[in-house]
C-alpha cells in the first residue's frame, strides 16, 4: 500500500516537472529579452539558481542540522571553475588583460571540434560537474577537521573560509588562474544558448538554466527521500540516539556537507552562466545570508518550500519591487520617496514581518505532495519537549 | 548456566568525571539469554555503566569484552595519570576506545532513561531508521534507487517488528504523539531494529503504572524468546526486577555492593540498608 502511494505521487511529481520544463521552453521562445515581460526570464534564471543554492543548503542546515555559512565560498569555487573551463582560446587574453592566463584548455571548445555542437553541450556539463566537484573536494577538505567538533564551530569555520576564499580568488600573484580582482567574462553564457534543428532558431537561453537547476532539485529530493535522507534527519532531531542506533556521525556529516556543497558549486557556475560574469566580490557573506533567508521564508525542512521562497524572493527584489527605485510604484509617482535604496527599505520590512509572524516559513516542514493529501492533524510542535 | 558463553564481561572499569567517581571498579558479567538487572540508588553510577559499555564515554580505566572480544579498553594515562582517584592503575595499558556506533555494529542496542525518539518522524520511520545500519546501499544506489529490493525488505521487516511489539496501528502517528509506555515501547522495537545479540534497557519501566509495568515484564521476557536477545537492563521497580531478573548487581555510589540472584539481593543487609529500604520507603 505505501509502495502505490508513493508510487503515484512520485509520477504526478514528475509529471508536472516535465510541464513546468515545457512551459519555460515555450515563454524562452515566446518572450524576448527586451519585451516588458522580458523580466519574467530573467526571474526565472535567477530564481532557478537561487532555488538551487537554497535546497542545497535546506539539505545541510533544515535535514541535517548543521548549521554552515559557508555557501557563498562554495558557489564562487562553482562560478569560477566553470568560468575558468569555458573561456575560448581566442577571448582569452582579452579577458586575462593584465596576466598571462595559465588555463589555456576550454572544455566545450575543445570538445566541439570533434563532436560539433553536441561537444559544446557535453563540455559545459563537464565544466559544470567540474564546478560541483572543486567546491566538494574543499568541502571534504574542511569538514575533516570541523565536522567533529560541535555544530557551532562549523558556522564559524565555514564563514571564515568563505570570506578567506573570497581574498584569496582576489590575490593578484593567482591573477594568471583567477584574472586577481577583475572579472571573468566571454566564457560559455546562457545568453548564447542555442539549439538550431531545420533552419529554426530555438532560444535556450532560460530553458538551460532552469534545466539544471531542476535536475539538481530532482537529484536532491531522491537523496532526502532515501535511506541516507532518513538518516540525515535523525541527526538532527537527535544525534546521541542516531549515533546509538548504528549511525556513523562523522561519516554521514561528511557525505551531507560535501553533497551540499557540491550542489552549491553548480549553483555558482549556473549563475556565473546566467549573469555571464563571475567575479569574486559578488559572493559576499551576504550572499549567504540571502539564502538563508530564502530558505527561513520557505520553511526549513521543506525543499518546495525552499524553491517557492527563493522564486518570490527574487521576483520580488528584482521585479515587483522595482518601481520602489525609479520613482512610480503601483501607478503612485513619488521621485522623492521612490528613489535609489528605498526598495532595500521596503523589502527588508517584508521579510521582517515575515519572519516575525510566518515563524515556520511558508510551508513548515510540509512538502508539495502533502498539499494534495487528506489533511491529518498533527499536534504542534511547540507544545512538546 | 555456567556453560553458557559469556556475552559481555566488564573489568575494573572506573569513570571519572574531574574530581567525581562515578563508577568505582566495576566487574560484571552478563551470559548468552540472560536477563541481567543493574539497581542502586539515584546517582549510583548505573546510566554511567551504560554510556561506558556502549561507547558513550570511554571509561577512566579498565576494559570491556563484548562476544569474546575486547571491544572497550582505557588506563589513566596524560592529566588523568595524575588526578586518577581509583585502583588498579598499572592493570590496563591499552587504549581502545570506538564510537558507540561501531559498537551497535556489533551488536549491541540500548534505549534511553529520558527517552530519545526521533521526534520528527513516525513511528515507522522511527523503527526504519534504525535499519539505515544494516543496509549494503551506498549513497548513489540509495539516491537512484537501485536499492529498492532492500528497501522493500527493510520496509517488510519494519512492520513486522511493529506488528510484534503492538505499534502496527499507529505506525503513521508522530513518535512524540504516543502516550509515554508505548513511546518506551517505541524505543524498545528501535534497539531491537538493529538486530543486537545485547539489548541494554535503562529504566524502561520508568513512569509507567503497575498495570503497564505489568505488561512491559511480560513484554520483556517475550522479547528475549522471541528475538534470542540477552538483556541487561537498569530499573527501580522492584516488582519488574526480581520477577524477570536471572541475576542482579546492585551499585552503591559506583561500587558495586552486592550481585547475586534476585532472592539473594533481596536478603542481603547491605543493600537493604543502601536501597531497597529506601525504595519501600519512597514507594509507600
Ligand atoms: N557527563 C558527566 N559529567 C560529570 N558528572 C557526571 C556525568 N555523567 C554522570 N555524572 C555523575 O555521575 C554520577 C552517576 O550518575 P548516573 O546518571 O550514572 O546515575 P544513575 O545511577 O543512572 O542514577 P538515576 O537512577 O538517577 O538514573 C552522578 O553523580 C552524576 O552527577
Ligand atoms: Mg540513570
Not at chain 1, 293 to 307: D, E, F, K, N, Q
Amino acid at each position: 500500500m505505501i509502495e502505490t502511494k508513493n508510487r503515484k505521487s512520485a509520477w504526478i511529481a514528475f509529471l508536472s516537472v516535465l510541464c513546468f520544463l515545457a512551459l519555460v521552453f515555450g515563454l524562452d521562445q515566446l518572450i524576448k529579452p527586451t519585451d516588458k515581460l522580458g523580466m519574467l526570464l530573467i526571474v526565472l534564471q535567477k530564481g532557478s539558481v537561487y532555488a538551487l543554492a537554497a535546497v542545497s543548503m535546506n539539505l545541510l542546515n533544515g535535514y541535517t542540522g548543521l548549521f554552515s555559512l559557508g555557501h557563498a565560498g562554495f558557489m564562487l569555487l562553482g562560478a569560477y571553475t566553470y568560468a575558468i573551463f569555458t573561456i575560448p582560446d581566442k577571448n582569452r587574453d582579452a579577458v586575462y588583460q593584465y596576466f598571462d592566463a595559465a588555463i589555456r584548455f576550454s572544455i566545450p571548445e575543445q570538445l566541439s571540434k570533434s563532436m560539433g555542437g553536441f561537444g559544446t553541450a557535453l563540455g559545459i556539463l563537464i565544466a559544470l560537474l567540474l564546478a560541483g566537484l572543486v567546491a566538494a573536494v574543499l568541502a571534504w577538505l574542511i569538514g575533516l577537521p570541523v565536522l567533529r567538533l560541535k555544530s557551532d564551530y562549523l558556522a564559524i569555520a565555514t564563514l571564515g573560509f568563505a570570506e578567506i576564499i573570497r581574498a584569496v580568488f582576489q590575490w593578484s600573484k593567482l591573477g594568471p588562474v583567477t584574472n586577481g580582482s577583475n572579472l571573468l567574462k566571454n566564457f560559455a553564457r546562457a545568453s548564447k544558448f542555442k539549439l538550431e534543428i531545420a533552419g529554426m532558431k530555438l532560444s535556450l537561453s532560460t530553458f538551460v538554466p532552469v534545466l539544471i537547476a531542476t535536475v539538481s532539485i530532482t537529484l536532491i529530493v531522491l537523496l532526502v527521500n532515501s535511506t541516507y535522507g532518513r538518516a540525515f534527519k535523525a541527526i538532527r532531531d537527535d544525534e546521541v540516539a542516531a549515533e546509538a542506533m548504528g549511525i556513523n556521525l562523522a561519516r554521514h556529516k561528511m557525505i551531507a556537507f560535501v553533497t551540499s556543497s557540491f550542489f552549491a558549486g553548480i549553483a555558482g557556475a549556473t549563475l556565473a552562466m546566467v549573469l555571464s560574469i563571475a567575479q569574486a566580490n559578488n559572493f559576499k557573506s551576504a550572499m549567504t545570508y540571502e539564502i538563508l533567508l530564502m530558505v527561513v521564508l520557505g520553511g526549513i525542512g521543506s525543499i518546495t518550500g525552499s524553491v517557492i521562497g527563493s522564486l518570490l524572493f527574487v521576483a520580488a527584489s528584482e521585479w515587483w519591487l522595482r518601481g520602489l527605485d525609479s520613482g512610480k510604484f503601483l501607478g503612485i509617482e513619488a521621485p522623492t520617496v521612490f528613489r535609489n535604496g528605498f526598495r532595500l527599505v521596503v523589502f527588508s520590512v517584508i521579510i521582517m514581518i515575515v519572519v516575525l509572524f510566518f515563524r515556520k516559513g511558508i510551508m513548515g516542514e510540509k512538502e508539495l505532495p502533502d498539499l494534495f493529501r487528506k489533511k491529518k492533524k498533527a499536534p504542534e510542535k511547540g507544545e512538546q519537549s | 548456566m555456567s556453560e553458557r558463553k559469556t556475552m559481555l564481561q566488564v573489568e575494573n572499569v572506573t569513570m571519572q568525571f574531574g574530581g567525581v567517581v562515578a563508577v568505582n571498579d566495576l566487574s560484571m558479567e552478563v551470559r548468552e539469554g540472560e536477563i541481567v538487572a543493574i539497581i542502586g540508588p539515584n546517582g549510583a553510577g548505573k546510566t554511567t555503566a551504560f554510556n561506558v559499555i556502549t561507547g558513550v564515554y570511554a571509561p577512566t580505566n579498565g576494559r570491556v569484552n563484548f562476544d569474546g572480544n575486547c571491544v572497550v579498553e582505557n588506563y589513566p594515562h596524560g592529566k588523568m595519570k595524575k588526578n586518577y582517584l581509583g585502583e588498579h592503575a598499572g592493570l590496563y595499558s591499552h587504549v581502545k576506545e570506538p564510537t558507540p556506533d561501531e559498537l551497535t555494529g556489533l551488536g549491541m542496542a540500548r534505549t534511553f532513561q529520558n527517552i530519545r525518539l526521533w521526534k520528527s518522524m513516525t513511528v515507522f520511520d522511527n523503527v526504519l531508521v534504525a535499519k539505515h545500519l544494516k543496509r549494503s546501499s551506498n549513497l548513489f544506489s540509495a539516491t537512484f534507487r537501485s536499492n529498492r529490493a532492500e528497501e522493500a525488505r527493510q520496509r517488510k521487516e519494519t512492520l513486522e517488528l511493529l506488528e510484534i511489539v503492538g505499534l502496527a496501528d499507529v505506525k503513521d502517528e508522530l513518535a512524540t504523539s504516543l502516550p509515554y509506555g508505548k513511546q518506551r515501547r517505541l524505543e524498545i522495537a528501535r534497539a531491537l531494529a538493529t538486530q543486537p545479540k545485547l539489548l541494554l534497557l535503562d529504566e524502561p519501566a520508568a513512569g509507567m503504572n503497575p498495570q503497564e509495568t505489568q505488561e512491559l515484564t511480560q513484554f520483556i521476557g517475550q522479547i528475549r524468546k522471541d528475538f534470542g536477545v540477552t538483556i541487561l537492563l537498569i530499573e527501580h521497580h522492584m516488582d519488574l526486577v526480581m520477577d524477570i531478573s536471572d541475576r542482579i548487581y546492585v551499585l552503591d555510589f559506583g561500587r558495586l555492593i552486592a550481585q547475586g540472584t534476585p532472592a539473594e539481593v533481596q536478603k542481603n543487609e547491605k543493600v537493604i540498608d543502601a536501597y531497597l529500604g529506601v525504595v519501600d520507603d519512597a514507594e509507600n
